[in-house]
C-alpha cells in the first residue's frame, strides 16, 4: 500500500512530518488524529497485510469522526476522509521515512529488546534534528532512550484506547530531555487536538499508574467474591461516574497487556503491593482470553 504526501522535514521548525513505528492498535489511532489534523504520516508496520488492516480501520474510524464533525453532509464527510487518507503513507520500510522525518512515535510491542533494536537502527539513519518518541504504557523511557545519541531530543507521547476519542496525551519527559524538545512535543499534542499533561518518567505515569493497580484491586475483589464483576462494574459506573467498569475496561484494554504491565513492574518494583500479580488474570491469559479483542475475557464479545 502507498499513497500520499511526500515529506516535509524542516529542522528547527514545527513537527509537520511523522513517522509511526508499528500499526497496531495504537500506531493506527495515532496515524489517524496526525493526518486529520493535516500532518504528513508515514506508518511503519513489519507486513503488508497489517498495514492493510490498518488503512481500513483509520478510513473505519474516519467516518465515525466525520460523522460527529458533518452529520449527514456526504461532501463534506468524504472531503474530510479523502484529505486525511491522502496524508498517510504506508510502508515496511522504517529507514527511508525516518531519513525525512521530524517526529518518530514508536508504537510497536510492549518490549524493552525489540524498541532497543528499532531505535538503534533509526538513530543512524535519522536527521538531527528528529524527535524520537515511545508510546510506551510500561517502560521507562529512559531506558528505551539509553541505546540512542539523542537523549534530549527523546520522550515518552503516551496516547489512549481509542486514540480518535480520548483526548489525552500525557508528554513524558525523562532528566535528559531537552526544553526545546519538550516545547515542540506539548505544541504538537494541541495540533493533533490532544490535551498534553506533563510527567516525570515513572512507571505508569499518571494514568496507567492510577488506572492499572484499580483494575487489578477489581480483579482481587472478585477474586475474594466480595463482589461479582458485573457488580462491581456496575457499582464505579454508577457510583463513581466511570464510563467502564475496571473489569470491563481491563477486558477492553486485552489481558496481555494489562498482565506484562504488572509483571514487569512486579519484577522491578518487587515489595509495591499494587503491583502484585493477580492470578485471575493469568489464568485468562493462559487460556487465550485476552478480552474483547479474543472475543472473550472476563466476559463474551461473539
Ligand atoms: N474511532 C473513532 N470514534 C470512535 C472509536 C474509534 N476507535 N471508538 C468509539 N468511537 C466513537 C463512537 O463512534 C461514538 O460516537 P458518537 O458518540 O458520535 O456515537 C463514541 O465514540 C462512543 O462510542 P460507543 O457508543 O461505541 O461506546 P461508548 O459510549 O461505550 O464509548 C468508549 C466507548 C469511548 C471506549 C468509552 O466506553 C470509554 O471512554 N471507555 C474508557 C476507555 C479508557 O479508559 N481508555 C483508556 C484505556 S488505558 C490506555 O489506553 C492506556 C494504556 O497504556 C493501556
Ligand atoms: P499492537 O499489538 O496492536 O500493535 C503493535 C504492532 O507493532 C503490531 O502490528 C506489530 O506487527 C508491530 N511491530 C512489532 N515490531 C515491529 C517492528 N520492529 N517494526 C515495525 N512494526 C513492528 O499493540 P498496541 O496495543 O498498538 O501497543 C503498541 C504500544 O503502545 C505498546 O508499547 C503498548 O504498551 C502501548 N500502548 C498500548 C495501549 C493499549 O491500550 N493497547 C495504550 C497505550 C499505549
Redesign the pocket.
Known sequence: VSRGLASSAVAGGPIKHITI???????SGIAQVAAQTGHSVTL????DV?LKKADGSIQKNLQRVAKKMFKDDKSATEQFIGKAMQNVKFTTD?LEPVKHTDLVVE????NLN?KH??FTSLDKVAPEHTIFA??????SIGDIASVTKRKDKFAGL????PVPVMKLLEVIRTKETSDETYNKLMNWGAAVGKTAITCKDTPGFVVNRLLVPLMAEALRMMERGDASAKDIDIAMKLGAGHPMGPIELADY??HD?TKSIIDGWHEKFPDNPLFAPVKSLAKLVEEGKLGVKTGEGFYKYK
Open positions: 513505528i508499528g500499526g497496531g492498535l495504537m500506531g511503519v508496520d513489519l507486513n497489517v522504517p508504537a510497536i510491542v510492549e525489540l533494536k528499532l515511545s508510546n510506551t504504557s510500561s517502560l503516551h496516547f489512549f484506547n484494554v486485552g497487556t
